[in-house]
């Protein structure tokens, strides 16, 4: 079975902080993602990644930044916290030439 | 833009009783199409998926259809049961490039 594990299942931070948010994986796939879930907005794609060291921004980059210095390890940063990035924050890895995703468990994320 | 519409937030359905859900998408480079299913404070999991050669493929009581002409796709939930209450996500994907998910249905399975 694909274990795609996310640091935190729930993080309070300030407005302001620099947050990290930690996906690891333990099948050597190359594609990881990171989404955000909103209550009538679906899942919406912030950053993927086809490979360590690369990068490409998804619909919503803003505010976001991302790292990939090991293939197992997608981690997503908040440079500076806002409360409209109050979210459920998703993550998903699939091999290449794969459809299908497989997601983590997801990080409730509240900026106060 | 919006490439994959689900436009119903929330379908009610009676138990033991037949849950359709419906999508359109736009952009006719797709080539896969999935199905998600999430409960609240877990990670979607993935239900079933349907390659654009294909118009129809069954999973146990999961069925889902594409309409390739009419760029449309529907799952089918038979018999519902308690379980199967959940949001549903529909998403498409050109193979090897990023997913994209539409808004989400909330099904609820009344007894």
């Known amino acids: 079975d694909v274990k795609v594990t996310q640091s935190s299942r729930y993080l309070v931070k300030r407005t302001g902080e620099k947050v990290f948010l930690e996906c690891v994986q333990d099948?050597?796939?190359?594609?990881m993602f990171w989404y955000r879930q909103d209550p009538g907005l679906g899942l919406r794609l912030i950053y993927f990644s086809y490979d360590v060291k690369m990068k490409e921004k998804g619909d919503i980059p803003e505010g976001y930044s991302v790292s990939r210095e090991k293939k197992e390890r997608f981690s997503l940063i908040l440079e500076s916290a806002s409360t409209n990035q109050t979210s459920m924050y998703l993550c998903?890895?699939?091999?290449?030439?794969?459809?299908?995703?497989?997601f983590g468990q997801g990080t409730r994320l509240t900026v106060v | 833009d919006q490439q994959v519409k689900q436009n119903s937030p929330s379908l009610s359905v009676q138990e033991g009783r037949i849950s359709i859900l419906n999508c359109d998408y736009t952009n006719s480079m797709f080539d896969y199409f999935l199905w998600y299913k999430k409960y609240p404070a877990e990670g979607p999991t993935f239900l079933i998926s349907?390659?654009?050669?294909?118009d129809k493929n069954e999973d146990g009581r999961f069925t889902v259809f594409l309409n390739k002409s009419a760029k449309h796709l529907s799952l089918h939930i038979v018999p519902s049961q308690p379980g199967d209450s959940a949001v549903y996500f529909c998403a498409a994907s050109v193979r090897d490039d990023k997913i994209i998910f539409g808004k989400g249905t909330r099904l609820h399975i009344l007894p």
């Open positions: 998903a890895t699939n091999p290449t030439g794969w459809a299908e995703a497989f």
């Open positions: 349907i390659s654009s050669i294909k």
């Open positions: 099948m050597d796939h190359e594609n």
